[in-house]
């Protein structure tokens, strides 16, 4: 399942065919992260750097030199050190890395000082994404400034900066088969476990319970962390879109909102599904859950390649609007509400994003100024919600504190587009079935 060397290879030859002659690409891996005094966060690669290496350690950099003579792929990394390793495992080391990596060439990143100055001199342009690392940023200004410092002595510095970020990330945008089979298990697996949670909820638990299971499903199919921090949210915590707390106790008669997906080997999945603590929706809740249903339906039936980003998103607040008016929650011309956005009150995001190595994946919505078509291979969520306040005193009390979500992962094939999270029920039958075995 995992990605091969073979499309590691194919990507760094795909960003260099971008790139000028004469130019050099520089990607530092990320840094490990302090989490309390002497203990660090686990350790997640940077997600530019593993799309273009595979390589999982810290403290690296990779360079792309397009018609090197001497070797295109140069990676900067850890020396082996018998001491280190007996505390916190094995290093690949510069030889492991062009053996494991097929690296052109490696060097140890206490050398990098002495040698990246070497290679970015005389270059016409340098590709990198200024701004993500300060510290980073400083250290390539030093070595182009020790270059300026040598130029009376004939040393050329390179002759201008480019961003790196837009190359690069048009790439990730599309995703190779390899990558699909990836998030098709990483959406398996996050089904499974939304699956988990809802056989398991009754009143009384607490929040932290359901994600307890959520979390448990993850790591025994394999899928150790979570892509994000999981948002369970019930009764009108659901109304809070970034919800982590997950501390409450759930309540009978309430829904629970789960916002959870699994991340597995890098790639990320984004499942949302809403249910009745107690296992049967109320006439509100069912109500209010048909129409988001009816919304996601409508979205994911715009996905298919020549249709723009935005189609979906149109398609949900139409359907949003439709039914608002027809509950009472918003009066007036469906028309007139869309053009003056009156829906915002109840939907205020968007239907969805790109998803993949990162769960807000990269890749540009719009392209001159224009929605960006879509195109098979590109895999985006669909997500539309309902958030009604417990606040709202604007609308009856009946419907306050209801918050809804129902979410997929969706992936642009052919002639249209395939769910590939389908296995966590969303009708109020399957739901309704499913918690009372």
């Known amino acids: 399942m995992s990605i091969s060397k073979t499309e590691f290879a194919r990507r760094r030859k795909n960003l260099m065919a971008l790139m000028d002659p004469n130019s050099i690409a520089i990607i530092p891996s990320a840094r490990e992260q302090v989490r309390s005094r002497d203990t660090e966060y686990p350790f997640r690669q940077d997600s530019d750097f593993y799309y273009l290496s595979g390589f999982i350690e810290p403290d690296a950099v990779l360079i792309l030199l397009p018609g090197r003579r001497h070797g295109q792929f140069i990676i900067f990394c850890r020396e082996r050190d018998p001491g280190m390793e007996l505390w916190h495992g094995h290093r690949a080391g510069p030889e492991g890395v062009c053996e494991q990596y097929a690296a052109d060439d490696a060097f140890p990143i ?8 070497g290679l970015l001199e005389g270059r016409e342009r340098v590709y990198y994404s200024m701004g993500r690392s300060t510290e980073f940023d400083r250290q390539i200004m030093d070595w182009v400034n020790s270059i300026r410092g040598k130029e009376a002595s004939g040393a050329s510095p390179p002759g201008e900066f480019a961003d ?28 499974s476990a939304h699956c988990r949670a809802m056989q398991y909820c009754k009143a009384g638990l607490y929040e932290y319970q359901l994600e307890a299971e959520i979390q448990h499903e993850f790591a025994r199919s394999g899928a150790r962390f979570p892509a994000y921090s999981s948002i369970v949210g019930g009764g009108h915590n659901a109304c809070v879109m970034h919800y982590i707390d997950n501390s409450d106790k759930l309540r009978d008669g309430d829904l629970v909102l789960i916002d959870a997906g699994c991340e597995l080997e890098y790639y990320a999945s984004d499942v949302t599904r809403t249910f009745p603590v107690n296992g049967r929706f109320s006439a509100e809740q069912r109500a209010l859950y048909e129409l988001v249903l009816q919304a996601q339906l409508a979205a994911i039936a ?28 918003l009066s007036g011309s469906v028309a007139t509400l869309i053009k003056r956005e009156a829906y915002r009150e109840f939907y205020m995001h968007r239907v969805g994003h790109w998803l993949g190595l990162d769960v807000h994946d990269v890749g540009d919505y719009r392209v001159d100024d224009e929605w960006r078509v879509l195109e098979r291979g590109m895999v985006m969520t669909v997500e539309p919600g309902l958030y009604i306040s417990a606040d709202n005193v604007k609308v009856a009390k009946k419907w306050r504190g209801i918050g809804i979500r129902i979410e997929d992962d969706v992936v642009v094939t052919d002639d249209g587009c395939d769910v590939i999270s389908s296995g966590a029920p969303k009708t109020v039958e399957e739901i309704e079935a499913l918690m009372a075995k």
Not at 110 to 117: E, R, V
Not at 168 to 189: D, G, N, P, Q, T
Not at 302 to 327: C, M, Y
């Open 110 to 117: 206490g050398d990098i000082d002495d040698i990246l100055p």
């Open 302 to 329: 715009e996905i298919k390649p020549g249709n723009h980003w935005n189609q979906p998103h149109d398609a949900s607040v139409r359907v949003f609007t439709e039914g608002l008016v027809e509950l009472g929650l």
């Open 164 to 191: 790196l970020n837009h190359m690069l990330h048009e790439l990730r945008l599309y995703k190779s088969a390899a990558e699909l089979r990836v998030m098709r298990r990483a959406a398996e697996i996050t089904a």
